[in-house]
Structure formats: structure tokens, C-alpha cells
């Protein structure tokens, strides 16, 4: 039932993925599926009746009662620490959705498409690689991810094996520690970086941006630096910083 488009959902599973992220998976009777790369809003309810309402992107996508979200704690934040630290499944929340009919990608277009994560901004982007995969698109699909270090990739055996045989071209970019034997450079992703991973603006890709906002807003500016149409960068902000 709905009421002022809220769904009552309820936990069904839940998978810590990172010493700070978890994977929750979210029973929605009557939910008629989503698009990849949109969102929903999640209601919580205390006991005295106070509610707080935060957005997360969908890492599911298709037909399914069952939704995925993947929620990164924000220290001192007020919603995240519940979702990552105190959720159990058989709790109860509220969704409202799918939201969002412009950060998606449907199955038609013949464009290559370049997605770039900060952090948690790779959930919309796993539904992405997903739903092109599914459709046989590996190949038109370049992944680069930038990630404070390797214990703090969300997704990343399910990202390992896309870049594998997968056939999806996935690049890791880590911002504070890397892997050993790491020979790439580590920090902020920068034009070096940009223009090694992405597709080059001649190949007319579609480049999909994702993540807290101060992230989003470099990359999209350098993108644009390097001869990316602004038309063609569509951009989700995360919030922050
Ligand atoms: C469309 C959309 C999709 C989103 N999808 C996801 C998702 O898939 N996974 C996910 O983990 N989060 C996602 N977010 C962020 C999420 O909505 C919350 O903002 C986040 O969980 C923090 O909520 P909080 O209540 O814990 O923090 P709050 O109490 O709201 O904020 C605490 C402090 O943290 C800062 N802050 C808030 N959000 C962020 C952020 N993302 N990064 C850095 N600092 C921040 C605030 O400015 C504030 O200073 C999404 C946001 C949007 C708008």
C-alpha cells in the first residue's frame, strides 16, 4: 500500500562489503522496477514519531520486489551510521520511487558510455554496468573508480570480475593507499588520469558522474577541460563536501 507515495518495505538482507559500507537488500511489495541509475528516498521512523528522509541510488535495476541499496557511513551523519551499523533484517522502513529520469541509462543507445565513481557514487554506476552487460554492451563500457583505498571499494569483486570476463575496461584510481606492487600513480584523479581512462571525446561517449558533491564538480569541470561536451556529462551529487 501507498500512502503519499510512500511504500512500507521491509530488510531482507544485509551484507557489510566495506569496514564502513553496507549492502542492504529491501523487500517492496507492489514495486514495479527501475530504470539503472535512479534512486529512491528512504523514510525511517523513530518510536516518538520523529522521521528522517535520505535519498539512495538504486545498485539494482529491472522487474524485482527486491531492491539493493549499498549505504557508505558518514561519520556523525544521522541516518547512514542506523543503515550500516543497526539495521537488521525483518526491520521496517519506507520507500518512495524510483526517482530520477536523467542520471539512468536504458538499453538503445549506440554512444560508448564512460562511468566515474567517487566512493559510494558507485552504486547507480553498478546497476549501470549491470543492465549494460545484461544487454551485451561490455564492450562500449569503460568503468574508472576512485577510492580512498582497496578495503573501501564497494562492489569490488563484482567490479574485479566485469573487468575481467566481464569485458568491461575498469580502472582503479586510489586516493590514500594503494594496492602492493601498485605502480600507477595514487591521489585525486587529475587530467593524467582522465585522459588515460576515459574515452576520448572524439569517440562522442556519454560519461556519467557520480559522488559526494566536491568530487563530482572537479571531474565534471576537467572533463569539460578536456574537450568533454558539458551535454554530454550527466552528473549525481551525493552531498558533502
Ligand atoms: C540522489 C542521491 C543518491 C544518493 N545515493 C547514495 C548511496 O547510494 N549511498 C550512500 O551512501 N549515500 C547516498 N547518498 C547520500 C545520502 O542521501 C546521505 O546524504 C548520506 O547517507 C548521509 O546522510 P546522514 O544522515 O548520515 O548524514 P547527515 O546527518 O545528513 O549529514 C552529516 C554531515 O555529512 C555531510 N554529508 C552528507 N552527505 C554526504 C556525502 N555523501 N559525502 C560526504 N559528506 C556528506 C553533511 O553535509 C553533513 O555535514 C545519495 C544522495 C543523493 C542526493
Same mark, same amino acid.
Given at each position: 500500500?501507498?500512502?503519499?507515495?510512500?511504500?512500507?518495505?521491509?530488510?531482507?538482507?544485509?551484507?557489510?562489503?566495506?569496514?564502513?559500507?553496507?549492502?542492504?537488500?529491501?523487500?517492496?511489495?507492489?514495486?514495479?522496477?527501475?530504470?539503472?541509475?535512479?534512486?529512491?528516498?528512504?523514510?525511517?521512523?523513530?518510536?516518538?514519531?520523529?522521521?528522517?528522509?535520505?535519498?539512495?541510488?538504486?545498485?539494482?535495476?529491472?522487474?524485482?520486489?527486491?531492491?539493493?541499496?549499498?549505504?557508505?557511513?558518514?561519520?556523525?551523519?544521522?541516518?547512514?551510521?542506523?543503515?550500516?551499523?543497526?539495521?537488521?533484517?525483518?526491520?521496517?522502513?519506507?520507500?518512495?520511487?524510483?526517482?530520477?529520469?536523467?542520471?539512468?541509462?536504458?538499453?538503445?543507445?549506440? +554512444? %560508448?558510455?564512460?562511468?566515474?565513481? /567517487?566512493?559510494? @557514487?558507485? =552504486?547507480?554506476? !553498478? &546497476?549501470?554496468?549491470?543492465?549494460?552487460?545484461?544487454?551485451?554492451?561490455?564492450?562500449?563500457?569503460?568503468?574508472?573508480?576512485?577510492?580512498?583505498?582497496?578495503?573501501?571499494?564497494?562492489?569490488?569483486?563484482?567490479?574485479?570480475?566485469?573487468?575481467?570476463?566481464?569485458?568491461?575496461?575498469?580502472?582503479?584510481?586510489?586516493?590514500?593507499?594503494?594496492?602492493?606492487?601498485?605502480?600507477?600513480?595514487?591521489?585525486?584523479?587529475?587530467?593524467?588520469?582522465?585522459?588515460?581512462?576515459?574515452?576520448?571525446?572524439?569517440? +562522442? %561517449?556519454?560519461?556519467?558522474?557520480? /559522488?559526494?558533491? @566536491?568530487? =563530482?564538480?572537479? !571531474? &565534471?569541470?576537467?572533463?569539460?577541460?578536456?574537450?568533454?561536451?558539458?551535454?554530454?556529462?550527466?552528473?549525481?551529487?551525493?552531498?558533502?563536501?
Amino acid at each position: 500500500m501507498t500512502v503519499g507515495g510512500w511504500r512500507a518495505a521491509k530488510v531482507v538482507d544485509v551484507a557489510d562489503v566495506t569496514p564502513s559500507a553496507r549492502v542492504l537488500r529491501i523487500e517492496v511489495p507492489g514495486w514495479a522496477g527501475n530504470d539503472a541509475g535512479q534512486h529512491v528516498d528512504v523514510r525511517l521512523t523513530a518510536e516518538d514519531g520523529y522521521q528522517a528522509v535520505r535519498s539512495y541510488s538504486l545498485g539494482s535495476y529491472g522487474a524485482s520486489e527486491t531492491i539493493e541499496l549499498a549505504v557508505d557511513e558518514i561519520p556523525d551523519g544521522e541516518v547512514s551510521p542506523y543503515l550500516v551499523r543497526d539495521v537488521r533484517p525483518g526491520d521496517e522502513l519506507e520507500v518512495k520511487g524510483p526517482l530520477g529520469g536523467y542520471f539512468v541509462w536504458r538499453v538503445g543507445g549506440a +554512444e %560508448p558510455v564512460q562511468l566515474i565513481a /567517487g566512493g559510494s @557514487g558507485i =552504486v547507480p554506476l !553498478v &546497476a549501470i554496468t549491470r543492465a549494460m552487460v545484461d544487454a551485451g554492451a561490455a564492450a562500449s563500457t569503460r568503468l574508472l573508480y576512485s577510492v580512498r583505498t582497496p578495503t573501501d571499494a564497494i562492489y569490488r569483486d563484482e567490479l574485479e570480475r566485469a573487468g575481467g570476463d566481464g569485458g568491461v575496461a575498469v580502472t582503479w584510481r586510489y586516493t590514500r593507499t594503494a594496492p602492493e606492487g601498485w605502480t600507477a600513480p595514487v591521489g585525486r584523479l587529475d587530467d593524467d588520469a582522465l585522459r588515460a581512462a576515459v574515452w576520448p571525446p572524439d569517440r +562522442e %561517449p556519454i560519461v556519467y558522474v557520480c /559522488g559526494p558533491t @566536491g568530487f =563530482v564538480e572537479h !571531474v &565534471a569541470d576537467a572533463l569539460v577541460g578536456l574537450g568533454h561536451p558539458p551535454a554530454r556529462i550527466k552528473t549525481e551529487r551525493f552531498g558533502g563536501a
